[in-house]
């Protein structure tokens, strides 16, 4: 086994990248480095690490701002629960611990949004405590090593890898060995062309020997992926715009877009001037459609939306439907608002 740690760690000495999170960590920058790195590559993420960090230097700090300001700096990252969730477990960290995360596997897992593999992240790392991570880099890089054919994303699965994962950690180093085993997957043993030839664990490796490397890990067939149609109204009055905040449990909660009318398939727009919606929202009022957008596709985990944005111009607002989740601003404020990705690529279209 101590071969395996050796090379791992040699190996990371030689060939890790240098990011700001790997300078003498604190438990504050291995938590806001893994929540943006969840599901975000890391030289996307960088950008948006160090503005958080710059901006909210402290879990204090996070904890003191709104949530709309936490949403407006994560805008463009997707999957917003996890920027909800970070800003609930800043206020969770500040309020139970005095502003200092716990040294503890179990205490950390309840904090809001953080699982076993952020926990062993933060306790391994910056506590240098014997927790095993296992993402997608670390169940590649055990499947190829132990050629193993369970599903890495059911029950069983998970519960061998996480195993396994605990039985090879280097207890001695277990916040170098994770680091090392995670690069290793994200930089050497990656998905696709993974360089076995050069490979300092190719003896160890049994997927190798086997000839099965391109085949692990295995993975159970994702969920069918549906489709929404969103047909959005955008509507002026002069120099002001109508914006909706999503306040329900659908996608983007809190963050802004325009009234939006959905259809089980996309709709002409006199279909949309024809829905009850539309009459309901304007009523009697006079309406120019100034023009009409084209298709865009916006692809999400498990739906994909096509919208179309027809705007709409108005000569006097629309007082009887205004609300905290429906209001008229100025077209120059749009952007103070957190909004989705689908929504930006609108108005820079």
Known sequence: MNIIHDTLINWYAENHRDLPWRHDPTPYEVWLSEVILQQTRVNQGMDYYLRFIE???T????AKASE????????????YSRARNLHQCAKQVVEQYGGKFPADFEQLKQLKGVGDYTAAAIASIAFNLPNAVVDGNVYRVLARLYDIDTPINNNGGQKLFAQLAEELLNRKQPGLHNQAMMEFGALHCTPKNPNCLLCPLQAQCLAFAHQTVMQRPVKLQKIKVT???????????KDSIYLH???NNDIWKNLYDFPCIESEKLLSTEEVIATEQ??????NKPFTIIKVSPVFTHK???RTIFAQFIEIN???KLLRIETKDLFLTPETDLGDFPIPRLIDLYLNN
Not at 59 to 62: F, M, T, Y
Not at 227 to 236: H, M
Not at 278 to 283: E, R, T
């Open 55 to 57: 901006k909210w230097p």
């Open 278 to 283: 539309f009459k309901q929202l304007i009523g």
């Open 300 to 302: 999400l985990t498990h």
């Open 227 to 237: 489709n929404r149609y969103f047909n959005y109204l955008v509507i002026r009055v």
């Open 68 to 79: 709309e300001e936490v949403l407006k700096m994560w805008q463009g990252l997707g999957y």
């Open 245 to 247: 905040k999503r306040s």
């Open 314 to 316: 108005l000569e006097k």
């Open 59 to 62: 879990v204090a700090d996070l």
